[in-house]
């Protein structure tokens, strides 16, 4: 393949497996398709974090989740699991000294859903669980957890948000998709605000576009770790996609098969 490695999670993230990326002698290129930032109040945040020793569970739902409340948290206390729904967070925690992590069993499946199959739900009710994640996202985990008898607590970490089509945004996505490139898409989110964009361009310069964007990216390949992506991949007009399941070992090994 001579395209460029199109890496889209968020730039705290995406340095290390751009570096990976390289290493295999591909073309690495960082575009972050979310941006993150610090809540405006972190004062909900550091006061569930002082009472962590209380809680039986706390739940990070990604690696963002995970570096914001590490701001706060100088040792993770003993006795307390860790729950998380990805190699990549696993990996974070671990760095951290955090030994005790539930993670899905199956790493194609690393999803809530999946999460809440691996825990012990019955051990969990009446008990107080922590989910520390963006401040919006998917109530399934809340949910799952509360209809078990948890006890639970959802705190926002971070602001997460498509960024705004820029000039310098437009002009990076119409070079991109001028070849054949892969895609590392790692957020449903991501990817529909990706489209969205895309739609932005056509309607701000259709003059200036030789051919439809959406249907020029349908054509470019995704690699996605979780099912629920490729799903919404799917349902947005995508055809080449490659399932991976979590983890930058297994990106890696679907970007190695097409060299």
Do not use: C
Request: proline share 5%; no cysteine.
């Amino acid at each position: 393949m001579t395209g460029a490695v199109i890496i889209t999670r968020p730039l705290a993230q995406a340095q290390p497996l751009a570096d990976r990326v390289a290493a295999l002698g591909r073309v690495a290129e960082i575009l972050p398709l979310l941006e993150i930032t610090p809540l405006p109040d972190s004062a909900p945040l550091q006061a569930a974090l002082a009472r962590l020793r209380d809680y039986a569970l706390v739940a990070f739902v990604s690696p963002n989740a995970i570096d914001a409340a590490f701001a706060y948290i100088r040792q993770w206390p003993a006795g307390v699991i860790a729950a998380v729904v990805g190699e990549g967070s696993r990996a974070a925690l671990a760095a951290r000294g955090v030994s005790h992590i539930v993670s899905p069993g199956d790493a194609a499946q690393s999803d809530s859903e999946s999460l809440l199959q691996s825990l012990d739900l019955s051990a969990l009710s009446g008990k107080p669980v922590l989910i520390v994640r963006g401040d919006s996202g998917r109530e399934l985990m809340a949910d799952g957890l509360r209809a078990a008898g948890a006890l639970v607590d959802v705190v926002p970490a971070y602001r997460r948000a498509v960024p705004a089509l820029s000039e310098q945004l437009a002009a990076t996505l119409q070079r991109l998709l001028a070849q054949q490139n892969d895609w590392i898409i790692t957020s449903s989110e991501a990817l529909r605000g990706l489209v969205g964009l895309l739609h932005q361009m056509d309607l701000r310069h259709p003059v200036a576009m030789q051919h439809n964007s959406v249907v020029a990216m349908q054509q470019q390949h995704l690699i996605v770790p979780h099912a629920r992506i490729a799903e919404t991949a799917k349902n947005l007009g995508f055809s080449k996609v490659t399932l991976t399941g979590s983890g930058d070992e297994r990106l890696l090994a679907a970007l190695q098969s097409r060299l």
